[in-house]
T-cell receptor
Framework: AQSVTQLGSHVSVSEGALVLLRCNYS??????LFWYVQYPNQGLQLLLK??????LVKGINGFEAEFKKSETSFHLTKPSAHMSDAAEYFC?????????FGTGTSLTVIP | KAGVTQTPRYLIKTRGQQVTLSCSPI?????VSWYQQTPGQGLQFLFE???????NKGNFPGRFSGRQFSNSRSEMNVSTLELGDSALYLC??????????????FGPGTRLTVT
């Protein structure tokens, strides 16, 4: 079973609209959850991580994610999309032995 | 602090050749992990080194190998290159062994093209 599952390989939003990227994790893994972003021809950059201090995690560039144990979800949101948000987004879980990454969601922002 | 650096950034090799990629982690980081990224398979874990010891290994053939030096710099080697080895190879460093809340910091990657 996949440790993390990202629903939707491609998401398009209008500039200024809400961004919602979905991630569900396997209940069999510890909830060490992360969101990364990858811009073209670059490595991955950490957006935010869940540390159990709070279920709502704020990250860089206005992104945030909410940890919901009952739904085994860690969806990424941003209230208002900007053109510069166009990129590939990866949800990841640290199982203690290695990181497992989701298959990624490509975000397109329409002007 | 300087970020993770990878050299070279781009590489073109011929089938059957071998290649060595280099990664310098963030200063003070002792864990280095390698990933292969392709459009079809996404990000796949190759191996992790911590304090010069391979701690974990993904499901790749023995043609893929790596090592870590005492200064935490790491190299990965791919022998007898195949067309399917064409990918972006990413290196990531972490202050500790993979586990818990420790995030990984990624380098820009080495784009390997096998012809």
């Amino acid at each position: 079973a996949q440790s993390v599952t990202q629903l939707g390989s491609h998401v398009s939003v209008s500039e200024g609209a809400l961004v919602l990227l979905r991630c569900n994790y396997s209940s069999s893994v510890p909830p060490y959850l992360f969101w990364y972003v990858q811009y073209p021809n670059q490595g991955l950059q950490l957006l935010l991580k869940y540390t159990s201090a709070a279920t709502l995690v704020k990250g860089i560039n206005g992104f945030e994610a909410e940890f919901k144990k009952s739904e085994t979800s860690f969806h990424l949101t941003k209230p208002s999309a900007h053109m510069s948000d166009a990129a590939e987004y990866f949800c990841a879980v640290n199982t203690g032995n290695q990181f497992y990454f989701g298959t990624g969601t490509s975000l397109t922002v329409i002007p | 602090k300087a970020g993770v650096t990878q050299t070279p950034r781009y590489l073109i090799k011929t089938r059957g050749q071998q290649v060595t990629l280099s990664c310098s982690p963030i200063s003070g980081h002792r864990s280095v992990s390698w990933y292969q990224q392709t459009p079809g398979q996404g990000l796949q874990f190759l191996f992790e080194y911590f304090s010069e010891t391979q701690r974990n290994k993904g499901n790749f053939p023995g043609r893929f190998s790596g090592r870590q030096f005492s200064n935490s710099r790491s190299e990965m080697n791919v022998s007898t290159l195949e067309l399917g080895d064409s990918a972006l190879y990413l290196c990531a460093s972490s202050p500790a062994q993979t586990g818990g809340w420790y995030e990984q910091y990624f380098g820009p990657g080495t784009r390997l093209t096998v012809t």
